[in-house]
């Protein structure tokens, strides 16, 4: 699950609390506190604690995520057409090879 770092770093020096004490009161280890500040990775139970904790809304805490942007995406259609117009191209370059030898 992905967390939104920045919230949680936010959240945690809002209150005054070291990364040390966060852990303490989460109940997991300092690293597991510093790679949520890092990456946003952890497990869903870790979720649960920190929402519990932070007395906040999971979605509070989750990353937005980000969709592709548009110049990355084709849309189907595309896609559709394209296999099309290969099949046809290779299907001529056959045709001509099985004519010629």
Request: hydrophobic share 45%; proline share 3%.
């Amino acid at each position: 699950m992905k967390l939104d770092t920045q919230k949680i770093k936010a959240q945690r020096q809002e209150r005054g609390w070291t990364q040390q004490h966060l852990a303490d009161v989460v109940g997991v280890s300092l690293r597991t506190i510093q790679r949520i500040e890092k990456t946003g990775a952890t497990s869903m139970e870790t979720v649960s604690a920190l929402v519990s904790v932070l007395e906040l809304e999971r979605e509070e805490l989750l990353a937005e995520s980000k969709p592709e942007p548009a110049s990355k995406q084709i849309s189907e259609p595309l896609l559709k057409a394209a296999i099309f117009a290969l099949g046809i191209l290779l299907g001529v370059m056959f045709t001509y090879y099985l004519m010629k030898g």
